[in-house]
């Protein structure tokens, strides 16, 4: 799956089945679903599913919890808008799973 496949996927009503879960986590916050989208990236480790969690802080304003997982996470904090951001996360995780 590309960044475009994945963006036109969120037209759907569920991610797709073999999306990674910190993928699935990020279909699920642009949808919304901040409470679905915490729950699948939770408990994973790796760098992808906590950048993924610093960018669901930052959106809710939890900007300490942020930092926290931008650090777990080896990434520079997002200086840029929460839309930036997002995409840029969906590249960089779709660049390492196509």
């Known amino acids: 799956m590309n960044a475009a496949a994945f963006i036109a ?3 759907g ?3 797709a089945p073999h999306l990674s879960a910190p993928l699935a986590g ?3 916050a642009a949808k919304g679903d901040w409470d679905r989208a915490h729950k699948i990236v939770q408990d994973e480790q790796g760098r992808d599913a906590a950048w993924v969690h610093a960018y669901l802080h930052r959106v ?3 900007l300490g919890n942020a ?3 931008y650090r777990q996470a080896g990434q520079p904090a997002a200086k840029d808008s929460l839309e930036a951001e997002w995409e840029r ?3 960089t995780l779709l660049g390492s799973t196509t």
């Open 13 to 15: 009503a569920a991610p």
């Open 26 to 28: 990020l279909w699920w």
């Open 9 to 11: 996927s969120l037209d």
């Open 89 to 91: 996360i969906a590249v």
């Open 60 to 62: 809710e304003g939890d």
């Open 67 to 69: 930092g926290y997982w």
